[in-house]
């Protein structure tokens, strides 16, 4: 085994013999004299060798991406040959035998020219593409971020404890991967969403503090950065407050950006309401690192005699906007049009975008806002040039719809500082939520958060003990303090609709165990892949996931998912219908 990566050597190893393992990224043969570059986990080496070597002879064997171990001594290179482009640059290897350990195919697709290879072929032979620097750097960046975080955990008495993947199918949440039993004939285990349950459990053993570094499973229409599979880092603690949770998993990610980024983080993470949160950005996981910001401007409007304005006030609608500095002339009709169709999915249908042009407003309609002008400008402290684009619809479709249109004009605009990590608390959640579709309220976290109530209150408006943490924009984790009583629980699943009978079948055992003893606790769960993403400056989770599905659940390399055996089938006792 080394005790150097080659990419590591430098100055200490000058004048030792060494042997060098690794792979032929590069040769370069001028004749008399030739250069390989050697690469291996850590980066490259170059390897000079000379004419006269006994080296020399097999150079025109070599393949990029062959396997071979070369002896000689570590030089220092002269001042003018440094290369501070590698970790290695101040020194080469003096090769004097070579050995080909493995040859190397020529590959399916240069490595270096990645960003031009489809990505299922990078992902049909991920192997290769993981040779690639910026896809090592990526695992071993998810590396250090996971040992930081169990040091970390280690380090406050949290035990580390694993819980089944086979385990029980329940209605809520998002749809269960199911595994047939072969045993049981007809019946099928599930994999986890998400190890809720039983973390809490573990508190009701008295463990008091418990982590995982979990896979976790949702078999959900796939987008950008969803996998069917993903890892949570999942936490769940007894005796605590909700400020212990956050103070706790403050620090951790204090100390995971340290480790990644050299970066020490004293101020405490910003803390915003779910409301401010959605009346300010227009987003539960607000992009904090530009501003951009929401503003009503209803109650600006009770005086407006335009039958627009009349009809929509009258409907309980809102009249919102942002306003974009400078930003005038910065967008095309068809760039802002598009725009417009977006939010439409968002439920919001009327637009306007105007100018502001000597202290007054210039567009479709600003005609319609002209008693507002003065005030509206007043709000937004606008200057002329700038282009305030607003937004008529109910309160929460027109915050979701310019909470996209400040994200869109923000990246078309280059508005974002992308050396920031701005990390924001969203808290006092909402505990339900309504489901149109399902006529009934569903849980905004999970059933087993704690709820806040207040007399007079509709369900709609009670609070709740959850909280989440996001970082550029990205929902990084979420948790709750959670509900310890039985009689609590079972009062929130009948608020989720759900008859004693229901909730008796599948809680059964979880509502049985809070009866002997539960202790207060509350937890949360981060989402790895997500956090890695973000500290990796990538725009994919796929890209700090050594081997993931592609966009569609498929992996190229083991094709699968894959038809099975008949025999394989009959075991399970299933029957395939076509
Ligand atoms: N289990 C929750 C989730 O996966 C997190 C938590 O409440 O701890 O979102």
């Known amino acids: 085994m080394k005790e150097v990566f080659i990419g590591n050597y430098g100055l200490e190893q000058v004048g030792q013999k060494m042997t060098a393992t690794g792979w032929v990224a590069n040769i370069r043969n001028h004749g008399k004299l030739a250069f390989i570059e050697l690469r291996d986990r850590e980066g490259l080496l170059q390897v000079f060798v000379a004419g006269d070597s006994p080296a020399f002879a097999g150079i025109d064997h070599l393949h990029k991406e062959d396997v071979i171990s ?56 991920r192997y290769l593409d993981l040779r690639r620097s910026k896809m090592t750097e990526n695992l071993k960046l998810r590396h250090q971020v996971t040992s930081t975080i169990r040091d970390y955990l280690n380090g406050k008495d949290f035990m580390e404890v694993e819980t089944p993947y086979l385990t029980k199918s329940t209605p809520e949440g998002a749809r269960d991967f199911l595994v ?69 998993v403050e620090g951790m990610l204090k100390a995971v950006v340290k480790k990644t980024h050299g970066l020490e983080l004293t101020e405490a993470f910003s803390t915003i309401s779910y409301e401010e949160a959605m009346s300010r950005f ?33 409907n309980q609608e809102e009249v919102m906007g942002i ?39 210039q567009g479709v309609l600003a005609s319609t806002f002209e008693t507002e002008v003065a005030a509206f400008i007043e709000r937004f402290k606008a200057q002329d040039g700038d282009l305030l684009l607003l937004v008529i619809a109910k309160k929460r479709q027109a915050q979701e719809a310019l909470g996209y249109l400040r994200l869109e004009v923000a990246k078309h605009l280059d508005l974002i500082d992308q050396s920031l990590l701005n990390f924001l608390w969203v808290v006092d959640w909402p505990l339900l939520e309504w489901n149109e579709d399902q006529n009934r309220y569903q849980a905004m976290h999970h059933p ?55 909730y008796e079948r599948d809680f059964g055992f979880f509502l049985e165990a809070l ?64």
């Open 448 to 502: 087993f958060t704690q709820g806040i109530f207040e007399d007079g209150q509709e369900p709609g408006q009670f609070c709740s003990h959850a909280y989440d943490i996001v970082l550029n924009g990205y929902e990084i984790g979420g948790g709750s303090l959670r509900i310890h009583d039985r009689k609590a629980q079972e009062a929130m699943f009948e608020l989720l609709g759900m008859s004693r009978e229901d």
């Open 515 to 578: 009866e002997y003893g539960f202790p207060p606790h509350g937890g949360l769960a981060l989402g790895l892949d997500r956090l890695v993403m973000i500290l990796a400056g990538e725009e994919n989770i796929r890209q700090v996931i050594a081997f993931p599905k592609n966009g569609t659940g498929f992996d190229p390399m083991l094709e699968s998912p894959s038809l099975v055996d008949q025999r394989q089938l009959k075991d399970l006792h299933l029957e395939l219908k076509n």
């Open 323 to 361: 306003c974009v500095p400078n930003a005038a002339n910065a967008f095309t009709k068809k760039q802002l049009s598009h725009f417009y169709q977006e939010m439409k999915g968002f439920g919001a249908s009327r637009f306007a975008s105007v100018t502001v042009e000597a202290g007054g407003l």
């Open 180 to 248: 047939p039993s072969r045993v049981f004939k007809n019946q099928f285990y599930a994999l986890p969403q998400s190890p809720q349950m039983l973390k809490q459990l573990l508190m009701g053993a008295g463990l008091e503090r418990y982590y995982q570094v979990v896979r976790c499973f949702r078999d959900e229409d796939l987008r950008g950065d969803r996998q069917p599979e993903f890892t949570q880092v999942d936490m769940e603690m007894s005796f605590v407050s909700e400020e212990d949770i956050r103070r706790l």
């Open 70 to 125: 070369v002896t000689g001594e570590v030089v220092k290179r002269e001042n003018r040959f440094v290369n501070k482009a590698i970790k290695s640059g101040q020194v080469e290897l003096r090769a004097e035998a070579i050995q080909i350990l493995a040859n190397s195919k020529s590959l399916p697709f240069e490595l270096d020219q990645h960003a031009h290879t489809g990505e299922d072929l990078r992902q049909k032979y």
């Open 282 to 314: 227009g987003s539960d996981k607000p992009d904090t690192r530009f501003g951009l910001e929401l503003k009503s401007l209803t109650d600006l409007c009770q005086a407006n005699e335009s039958l627009l304005i009349k009809k929509a006030l009258d």
